[in-house]
């Protein structure tokens, strides 16, 4: 929230002293309010007065960091309610929930999964990376499986109310470990926990007043590092609370809900999987930073991950790769020449098939826009003109013996054209799909 | 200081549509805040779809269908009972003229027959060929005149045939299809307001994308049309919105690869529902006002989330 010139002024003693090198305080202010010249400047700006400053030009919601060393993240920072907005910057975080009232073979199915949802999508790892472990009745039981995520390099979320359990529990978590945590019951004891400890804690209260009444109780206790659970008795009262929440902060100017959320879709809808998948995808638009769900397989993570990879995406800059010719499975210069666009996701779509059929080829990839093959051909950026010129100005031909050359099955209609324009070439019609490339390349092969 | 919730005031309201007749008649729309924070109790519809060319789906369905597949009407009694969806859509794929261009005259049939065998309402779409759906939704709009069946859907290039013969000869809805983008959503409604189809008989298709996939844009769109019609009270952006999900989730490679060829990934019906689930949940919470999937779990689903959204 910009601060105006105008506030910091009355908080000079309007003297014009000169002493922080302007001519006068309100030419001083004015240069403040942008962040030009530092409050610090003024000697006589109280440190009470800077310190409302430092809140009022705070952004109005807190960054909190989340696990350490590779395991570290970022929470929170958000600037906006929709992506269109501007963007949006810190993706959530995905957890799964262990208890030690589980078996030891149940734990260690549990970990197994999360050892094996861990795969690339576009380039970026996709895996769990929060695990929340909820004391039942068994400490030291229950501190040895902390001390297991942490080990297992996850971010361990401790969800316990009893401080001492929770104090013995982030002894062997790593530093800036997650105890969910305080409620209006042992908001002390809990603060002094985090706060030795460096972690970050987790507020619940039974209502959105009692909530918020509890985070100001505890800042006042000095600590402001915290994410807020939005509830876990009604998928109503959760999904509500999180856009409130989020909708005071960045609207409302309410800086005690300037914090990241915790979603426990495991209590909303307890041993229903598809509808943990329906709410977290929910909560993944409308504002949980931390998504727990009972367990994530693949029929969860495929498309919960993807979900999330597209819309934490800057909106304006479109994922591309750089148009040229790409190799795959060493070619050895007289493989056929596969083509399409430059969109990010198209072309890893397609590269990952390509590699998959161990067949060796060409991927041609023209200056498309950035656009998906059809959207790309749409906009008349993939046309057929598009396709030869760059199979020319690049001497593709040279490159290998076959003339062989790939259509996308999407745009078959370029064909005709493109045959004209490119008659030393052969060109064939590939599947609509790419998960069908590696059938069709191995036939091409035959 | 206590807690003051930060109001977001709109002055527009989302326009209600009045979808099947009789017993079967359903509304869509109504809301005047963004999805699921008002009071007023609007529902989001889920539909449960089928298709005249079953050969093209997913094994799965073949167990979940048996032989009812084979017939659409039994198909989409089935489909109703088995999903307890609130409509049905039924695609007459089998109409593309560069597929098995089955005749205009059997897919209405297909179309009444499947009208006759529920009672709720029925959304009816072509096979995505802009002259074949002219031809083909002009003939069912006619066909089941009084039925209020949606016709899903007209594109720019056929919108003045569906529109004059669904929104006005024969008192029908219809579907506005554009492309993922919000101008082209408007423009289509205002040409099919300026041909005289009433907004109130008018759904939006702003289309989709599955989970992954470029669902970015599907929900910056949305996003951006509910803010135009219910903050800047748009009325050419008022109008409910109608997404389809069922074919971009199940015909991405998630849902797709069978078990063999993804041994790691577990069971692929599962892999399609919970594609399908997640990518109608997102367009539930972006602001779809009747949603469509192809699995009665994931209608299930869906409708278990509204219900728990409402409260
Ligand atoms: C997101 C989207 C957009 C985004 C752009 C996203 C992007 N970066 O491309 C935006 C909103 C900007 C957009 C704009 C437009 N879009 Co658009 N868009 C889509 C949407 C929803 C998803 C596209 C996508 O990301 N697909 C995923 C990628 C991975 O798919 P892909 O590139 O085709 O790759 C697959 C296959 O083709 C294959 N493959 C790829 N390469 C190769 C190569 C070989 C050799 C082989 C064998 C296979 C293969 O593998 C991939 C996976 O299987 C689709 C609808 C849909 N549901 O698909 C419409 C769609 C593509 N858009 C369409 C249109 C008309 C447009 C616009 C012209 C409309 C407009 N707004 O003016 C514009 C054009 C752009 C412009 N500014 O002028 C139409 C195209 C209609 C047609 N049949 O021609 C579609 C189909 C929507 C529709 N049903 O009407 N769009
Ligand atoms: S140092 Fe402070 S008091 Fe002196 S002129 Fe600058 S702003 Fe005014």
Redesign the pocket.
């Known amino acids: 929230m910009a601060v105006k010139g105008l506030d910091i002024f009355k908080l000079t003693p309007k003297s014009n002293c000169k002493e922080c090198g302007f001519p006068t305080c309100m030419a001083f202010s004015m240069k403040a309010a942008t962040g030009a010249v530092p409050i610090e400047k003024c000697p006589y700006i109280s440190e009470e007065s800077k310190a409302i400053l430092s809140e009022a030009t705070a952004p109005p919601m807190k960054t909190i960091k989340v696990g350490n060393g590779d395991a570290e993240r970022t929470l929170g920072g958000e600037t906006v309610l929709f992506r269109h907005e501007k963007t949006l910057v810190n993706k959530n975080l995905f957890a799964v929930e262990l208890s030690d009232a589980q078996s030891d073979a149940d734990v260690d199915a549990a970990f197994a999964k999360l050892a094996k949802v861990n795969y690339d999508r576009i380039g970026e790892m996709m895996f769990v990376e929060v695990v929340a472990v909820r004391f039942a009745a068994d400490q030291a039981k229950f501190v040895a499986l902390v001390k297991k995520v942490a080990d297992a390099g996850k971010i361990p979320m401790i969800v316990t109310t009893d401080a001492e359990v929770a104090k013995a529990a982030v002894a062997v978590a790593g530093a800036k470990a997650i105890i969910m945590g305080a409620t209006k019951d042992n908001a002390a004891a809990m603060v002094d926990v985090a706060k030795a400890a460096d972690a970050v804690l987790g507020v619940s209260a039974d209502s959105i007043e009692a909530l918020h009444d509890l985070v100001e109780s505890i800042e006042k206790l000095g600590y402001k590092n915290l994410v807020l659970n939005v509830g876990e008795t009604s998928i109503k009262e959760a999904f509500t609370n999180a856009v409130d929440i989020r909708t005071a902060a960045i609207k409302g100017d309410d800086r005690t809900f300037g914090y990241p959320s915790v979603v426990f879709t495991n209590k909303l809808a307890p041993g229903d999987t598809n509808m943990q998948i329906a709410l977290a995808s929910a909560f993944l638009l409308r504002y949980g930073s931390i998504i727990v769900m009972e367990e994530m397989d693949f029929n969860a993570a495929l498309p919960l991950f993807g979900l999330r990879q597209n819309i934490f995406t800057d909106p304006q800059k ?1 994922m591309r790769v750089e148009p040229k010719v790409y190799e795959f499975n060493k070619p050895t210069g007289k493989d056929p020449v ?4 430059d ?1 990010a ?2 072309y890893f ?2 590269a990952g098939e390509i590699d998959r059929s161990k067949v060796p080829a060409y991927l041609a990839i023209p200056d498309a ?11 008349g950026k993939f046309g057929s003109n598009v396709i030869a010129n760059f199979i020319k100005e690049n001497n593709v031909a040279d490159l290998t013996t076959s003339r062989k050359l ?5 745009v078959a209609v370029l064909q005709g054209d493109l045959a004209e324009l490119l008659p030393e070439w052969e060109v064939v019609v ?8 590696p059938k ?1 390349l191995k036939d091409l092969q035959a | 200081m206590p807690y003051k919730k930060t109001e977001q005031k709109f002055n527009g309201k989302i326009g209600v549509c009045e979808i099947g007749a009789g017993d079967a008649a359903i509304s869509i729309g109504g809301e005047k805040t963004l999805p699921f924070l008002g009071g007023e109790g609007f529902k989001t519809a889920v539909g449960i779809a089928i298709t005249d060319s079953p050969e093209d789906w997913e094994g799965c369905f073949a167990a979940v269908y048996g032989d009812d597949m084979k017939d659409p009407a039994a198909f989409a009694k089935a489909a109703v009972e088995k999903s307890g969806a609130d409509f049905v859509l039924v695609k007459l794929a089998s109409a593309d003229p560069n597929g098995a261009d089955n005749s205009v005259e059997n897919c209405v049939a297909t179309a009444a027959a499947v009208e006759a065998a529920v009672n709720v309402p029925v959304v009816i779409e072509g096979c995505k060929n802009a002259e074949k759906d002219a031809k083909l939704l002009e003939a069912v709009a006619k066909t089941l005149e009084g039925k209020n069946v949606v016709l899903f859907s007209a594109v720019e290039d056929n919108y003045k045939t569906i529109g004059a013969a669904g929104g006005m000869a024969y008192g029908q809805k219809v579907s506005a ?1 554009s ?3 919000i101008n ?1 959503a408007k423009q289509l409604n205002i040409l099919l307001t300026q041909l005289g189809v009433k907004p109130q008989d008018i759904v939006m298709d702003v ?4 989970a992954g ?2 669902f970015e ?2 929900a910056s ?1 949305m996003d951006r049309i509910r803010l135009a019609g219910l903050g800047q009270n748009d009325d050419s952006l008022q109008m409910p919105i109608m997404t389809d999900v069922s074919n ?1 989730s199940w015909g ?2 998630e849902a797709v690869f069978t078990e063999a060829e993804a041994p790691e990934w577990g069971s692929q019906e599962n892999r399609g529902i919970g594609m399908e689930i997640a990518t109608a949940s997102a367009c539930v919470i972006g602001g779809s006002n009747a949603i469509i999937v192809r699995h009665p779990e994931s209608a299930k689903t869906i409708k278990s989330m509204v219900a728990g959204l409402l409260g």
């Open positions: 479109p596969l083509v399409t666009v969109f996701l198209s779509v397609v826009g950035g656009y998906s093959v059809l959207t790309a051909w749409a906009a790939v259509l996308p099955g999407k590939g599947p609509t799909e790419a998960m069908q490339i069709f | 299809e492309a993922v983008d082209l289309g989709s994308a599955a996939y470029g844009y599907v769109t971009d991405v490679k």
